[in-house]
């Protein structure tokens, strides 16, 4: 059973995208746009104090990595 993923800020999970090659593009209000060489798409990830899991499952998602890969860049 995997574990559950860790409560983060918007800034703190930029910081472990950022471990992993991603940077930031822009911003647009509260959300900062990432990208990375290699994926056509950049990923959007809100400025709040807290992600909801459901976000930050989806952000993970997209950034092609797995839940334990990101656990092990906290």
């Known amino acids: ?3 559950h993923l860790p409560s983060l800020s918007g800034k703190e999970c930029i910081r472990i995208f950022e471990k992993s090659g991603w940077s930031v593009s822009r911003q647009n209000g509260s959300h900062i746009i990432l990208r990375k060489a290699g994926y056509p798409r950049g990923i959007c990830v809100p ?3 807290t992600l909801d899991k459901g ?9 092609g990595l797995t839940q334990e890969e990101f656990r092990k860049l906290l």
Do not use: F, G, P, V
């Open 55 to 63: 976000t930050l499952a989806s952000l993970i998602r997209q950034s």
């Open 47 to 49: 400025n709040h104090k």
């Open 1 to 3: 059973m995997s574990e």
